[in-house]
Nanobody
């Protein structure tokens, strides 16, 4: 099992920014894809962003406001959240899978084998 540990969540006012990170300790040298999903209580877990082969994918809800990046030297994936809105409030989960994904597959939560415990992001109006 590959541990994924998120950090950096918190509370911010609308229009503000946060950066959340996911440590991927225990990763191997094999290629892998990383993603962020989010979930509100009572709702399905929804895709936010993914990165695979250094190509980034975003949901329409966050495109232009969030940026996913990967720091290979630190085995970390980052999500920069800018221009935050109250509807961005959720628990954010990091996910990983061995190998590459493209487009539609990167957005499917069923693809991902490894999941973190989540970090809370709260945006007040």
């Amino acid at each position: 099992q590959v541990p994924l540990i998120e950090s950096g969540g918190g509370s911010v006012q609308a229009g503000g920014s946060l950066r959340i990170s996911c440590g991927t300790s225990g990763r191997t040298s094999r290629p892998y894809s990383l993603a962020w999903f989010r979930q509100d209580p009572g709702k399905d877990r929804e895709f936010v962003a993914a990165i695979s082969r250094n190509i980034s994918y975003y949901s329409n809800a966050v495109k232009g406001r969030f940026t996913i990046s990967k720091d290979n030297t630190r085995n970390t994936v980052l999500l920069q959240l800018d221009s935050l809105k109250p509807e961005d409030t959720a628990t954010y989960y990091c996910a990983a899978v061995d190998g590459y994904c493209v487009a539609v597959s990167c957005r499917d939560r069923r693809l991902y084998r490894y999941w973190g415990q989540g970090t809370q992001v709260t945006v007040s109006s």
